[in-house]
């Protein structure tokens, strides 16, 4: 691909790319989110057509009009949301448009079997006839990878394919894609993860806003290079940060009991205490009851017994808005769902919490003027990248729609910020700056609850770290003072003195000493 322009009104989603992927290469595409890595791949696979620009495939100058064309080319995409149908069997997405026929007729046997030969040779293991429906992300994207080899394609794109996959299926798919450059094929992978890129790709190309910046072999370059080159200044995976200066509780829940979505009881009698000026991590492994604590905080779910107060003042079972209007911000865990309307605009979007108070409104009246420069303002101020404050929510990238949430709760300067998972799916560079709002909060006086997955993330925020396991809090830890196995152990249910006698019986053993 080479001097690859494409322009969306005025605004340049690829500014002169160059991008070349040689025959049985892993080819890996970095960029942070909104870099504009979807729009060059959708150019090659023609599902979008360049404003300027060459593309070439073995040396020759093509015109890549429609997916039909890409096809024909030996070009397959296997896309970041799948595009397949639900009530269809497997086999009936697979051939979708290209049916086999035998004198006008889809010739259904001819069909399966080709798709049986493809997935035996892959080790694939699907079961054609299964609906779509019926079998888990990991299976549908090996659907989409027979599918676009099925059409023949030997240059694969996969758009960032380990965001929706278990560490298991990563791994499955790493083989598989080792399996197909072996055989001669050619892969292009969309990604932001480093460590994925340094265990699967043989070069990289960095795209920084649109350009791109350098194509570099992955074995000669660290990670802490890529990740450099990707968001153009020196990244710190670790933020700096001072000690605390907690004061007064800001959150204090009591003996809380909710219950999940088919009436079990998901947290469990919990007791809990933020205060003012300091992050409380909250580690666990999905599934513990953090997402049903966060809403009955929230106001989003019922409290079954015992009592959530912020600022001293009982919250239990209030009304989300009374909780808002009690000083606390949320930025919850599912994005789309809870955290935006996505056919609103940004600017929408960002006034959504104080709709209906002044300046915003006026006598039942929204003034836009109002509520788009005010999002300007935080556009600027929080480094959300768009074209526009009046586009709408759902076009921007996952990083600039958390962007967002955020500046619109940390706006609203509220004592107590609610997170959840504040970076999933986030590229470093929007990691390194959500974390260094989340400190800066805390460095004003505020009370700062995170909940998150990652054990990094935990690290990196927490000034005090509480386990959650099975709807309790099992155990609260200091960060300087624990380390990653330990807190495994107690995300495991084991109980802290549990896990420190069992951690230094094994160093005693080993001779060695604990590491962090
Ligand atoms: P990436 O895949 O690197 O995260 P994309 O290629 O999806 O980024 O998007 C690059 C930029 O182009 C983003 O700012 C995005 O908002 C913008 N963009 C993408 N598609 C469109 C479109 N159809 N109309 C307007 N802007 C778009
Ligand atoms: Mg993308």
Redesign the pocket.
């Known amino acids: 691909m080479e001097n690859i322009t494409k322009a ?1 009104g005025t ?1 340049k ?1 690829n500014d002169n790319i160059n991008l070349n992927v040689k025959k049985g290469e892993i080819h890996a595409l970095l ?1 942070e ?8 791949m959708n150019i090659l696979s023609g599902l979008l057509e360049p404003t300027s620009g060459t593309i070439r495939i073995r040396g020759k100058e093509v015109t890549i009009t429609n997916p039909t064309v890409a096809n024909q080319l030996g070009i397959g995409m296997v896309h970041q949301h799948f595009m397949l149908i639900d009530n269809f069997t497997i086999a009936e997405n697979i051939i979708l448009g290209s049916e086999p026929t035998n004198t006008g007729v889809i010739d259904y046997k001819k069909a399966y079997e080709e798709i049986k030969a493809v997935s035996d040779r892959y080790g694939f293991k699907i079961e054609p006839d299964s609906l779509v429906s019926d079998i888990s992300v990991g299976m549908q994207q090996r659907v989409e990878i027979i599918k676009t080899l099925y059409r023949g394609a030997d240059l694969l794109i996969f758009d960032e394919p380990t965001a929706v996959l278990t560490p298991q299926e990563i791994e499955e798919l790493i083989d598989i894609m080792h399996e197909l450059v072996a055989e001669g094929k050619s892969i292009i992978i ?1 990604t932001h993860k480093l460590d994925e890129i340094k265990s699967v790709a043989d070069r990289c190309t960095v ?1 920084r806003r649109g350009k791109s910046i350098a194509t570099v072999d992955v074995a000669e370059v660290t990670s802490q290079e890529l990740a450099d080159l990707m968001v153009g200044r020196s990244v710190s995976f670790k933020t700096p940060k001072g000690p605390a200066h907690p004061t007064k509780p800001v959150l204090k829940v009591t003996d809380l009991v909710v219950k999940e979505n088919r009436g079990l009881e998901a947290v469990k009698g919990l007791s809990l205490e933020v205060r003012a000026g300091e992050i409380l991590g909250i580690a666990g492994i999905d599934g513990n009851g953090q997402s049903e604590l966060l809403q009955a905080i929230t106001g989003m779910r019922k409290v079954e017994s015992g009592t959530v107060e912020i600022n001293g003042v009982d919250m239990t079972n209030k009304r989300p808005r009374t909780i808002t209007e009690n000083s606390t911000g949320h930025v919850p865990e599912d994005r789309h769902k809870y955290g935006l309307v996505l056919p609103l605009t940004v600017a929408e979007n960002m006034a959504i919490q104080t709709y209906y108070k002044e300046p915003i409104s006026k006598h039942g009246f929204l003034n836009y003027s109002v509520i788009n420069s005010h999002a300007r303002q935080l556009i600027e101020e929080f480094d959300v ?3 526009s404050e009046t586009i709408p929510a759902g ?3 996952g990083g600039n729609q958390q962007k967002a949430i955020i500046a619109r709760e940390i706006d609203r300067n509220p004592d107590l910020l609610i997170v959840s998972q504040p970076t999933r799916g986030l590229d470093v560079g929007a990691i390194e700056y959500i974390h260094k709002r989340l400190i800066e909060q805390r460095d004003n006086g505020k009370g700062v609850l995170c909940v998150s997955f990652e054990l990094d993330e935990i690290f990196n925020v927490s000034d005090r770290i509480a386990v959650m396991f099975h709807g309790k809090i099992v155990g609260i830890v200091d960060p300087k003072e624990t380390n990653e196995q330990e807190l495994g152990l107690l995300m495991a249910g084991v109980s802290l003195e549990d896990a420190r006698s069992e951690l230094s019986n094994a160093e005693k053993q080993e001779g060695v000493g604990a590491h962090e």
């Open positions: 969306f605004f989603a960029g989110n909104g870099a504009g890595k979807s729009t060059l969309i795209i990248r768009t074209p076009s921007l990238s």
